[in-house]
């Protein structure tokens, strides 16, 4: 086959549906590829015709600057698509399988693949553990936004779906397995949240609410989230959630204590990251202000989930400091309540299987928690625009026009 269309970033603010070469299984030069990974043949990989893709809000970080992407990079690390071509060495995955991508790349072989670890594969990314599709510094592998994806590692990352059919019936809530559900269950996951727990989610974007309704899951008596946009806040609240609106002047402590009665939380999920801002109406950029806030809500002796993105290289950042990631944490706050700290990339194979089932078997909706909306491949470059204006939607992009028919 000759053409792919992929959407690639081109420069702060712009991204482009473009047309590139059709995946081989072998890692080829290209914007964003380390050296050192280009040649890297993939006999264990196959090729997939996308199903979905969606947009994240890491996207969102390339997209407006605030990482060192190069130009022209294919974007695209939530992944959903049909098994087209399997390389030689692939023995269980099978062409016609329906599969979900963890967007970990991992080999499978590593002391932390072994280990569960596979948000930092030691094997994939020479410069340094961890990889994902599409994304700057994590190896160069090509982003799924695109018509067709190559795959490495294929049996040992692939989920997949047990009935294809049943699985197109519910594929709007199963596109959310290879990134946001994992990675919002892991933040609540990580930060206790259990049967009883009063939990605040941080953000009311995407993840946020991923993390809301995987809060419920895990059994939360109360779930508030907070965030500064009225529309998002407004879809926490279509499925249950209590909300903080935090342009108001008020103190987030006692915000919290007007709903439950005092002004502290059991488990705390920071689902903003580095692009934070300060509280009140017109407040500007404070890359902490989210981890003080989750340190500051959260009783002595709590854990604390931090899937939200922090980078080593921000050239936007607010100073110097900011600009490498050195900000301004409160961590002898976080000591003093004896806080328990989980960070990093999700490791979507922990979750993914049994994320899976629960949808399968109707005890989660998570396309209506999040308000999935479905944009052909052409319209990604408006769906990049409207999520940057804080839409509370989660774009999910359809490039061969396969949802419209099943939905």
């Known amino acids: 086959m000759a053409g792919n269309r992929a959407v690639a970033y081109v420069a702060p603010g712009r991204v482009e549906v473009q047309t590139i ?27 997939l015709k996308v199903v979905s893709t969606n947009i994240c809000g890491s996207d969102q970080h390339m997209v407006r600057g605030r990482t060192t992407a190069p130009a022209n990079l294919v974007l695209g690390h ?12 692939v023995e269980f995955i099978k062409v016609g399988d329906l599969v979900s991508v963890p967007f970990n790349i991992a080999c499978g072989r590593c002391r932390n693949c072994k280990e569960r670890k596979t948000g930092i594969c030691e094997n994939v990314n020479p410069d340094r553990p961890g990889s994902a599709y599409g994304y700057v510094d994590m190896g160069g592998w090509v982003g799924g936004q695109a018509e067709y994806v190559m795959v490495p590692y294929a049996d040992f990352n692939l989920l997949k779906f047990p009935d294809k059919a049943q699985a197109m019936e519910k594929i709007l809530d199963l596109t959310m397995l290879s990134d946001i559900f994992p990675t919002g269950y892991h933040g609540a996951y990580k930060a206790g949240v259990g049967t009883g727990s ?11 609410l991923a993390s809301a309704h995987a809060s419920q899951l895990l059994g939360a008596a109360v779930v508030i989230v907070g965030d500064m946009n009225p529309d998002r806040l407004a879809q926490a609240r279509s499925f249950g959630c209590e909300t903080v609106d935090l342009r108001n002047d008020a103190s987030l402590a006692d915000m919290i204590a007007e709903l439950v009665g005092e002004p502290e939380v059991d488990a705390a999920v920071d689902c903003v990251g580095f692009e934070a801002k300060g509280h009140g109406a017109g407040a500007g950029e404070a890359p902490a202000t989210v981890l003080n806030d989750i340190m500051t809500v959260a009783r002595a002796g709590a854990s604390l989930g931090i899937p939200g993105l922090y980078v080593t290289g921000d050239p936007g950042g607010i100073d110097d400091d900011a600009k490498i990631g050195s900000l301004k944490v409160r961590l002898g706050l976080g000591w003093a309540k004896s806080h328990s700290f989980a960070t990093g990339q999700c490791p979507v194979m922990s979750y993914n299987r049994e ?5 399968l078997h109707d005890k989660c909706h998570i396309a209506k928690a999040v308000n999935a909306t479905v944009l052909p491949l052409s319209s990604a470059p408006e769906g990049y625009r409207d999520f940057d204006r804080g839409v509370a939607k989660k774009f999910v992009l359809d490039p061969h026009g396969l949802l419209a028919s099943s939905n």
């Not at 939530?78 to 060495?89: F, K, L, N, S």
Request: charged share 20%.
């Open 198 to 208: 009063v939990v605040y989610i941080a953000g009311a974007g995407p993840v946020g």
């Open 21 to 47: 070469d059709y995946p081989k299984l072998e890692l080829q030069d290209g914007p964003g590829v380390n050296p050192a990974n280009v040649g890297r043949k993939c006999p264990h990989g196959v090729i």
């Open 78 to 89: 939530e992944i959903t698509g049909e098994v087209i071509e399997a390389g030689p060495d």
């Open 355 to 359: 994320l899976m089932m629960a949808i």
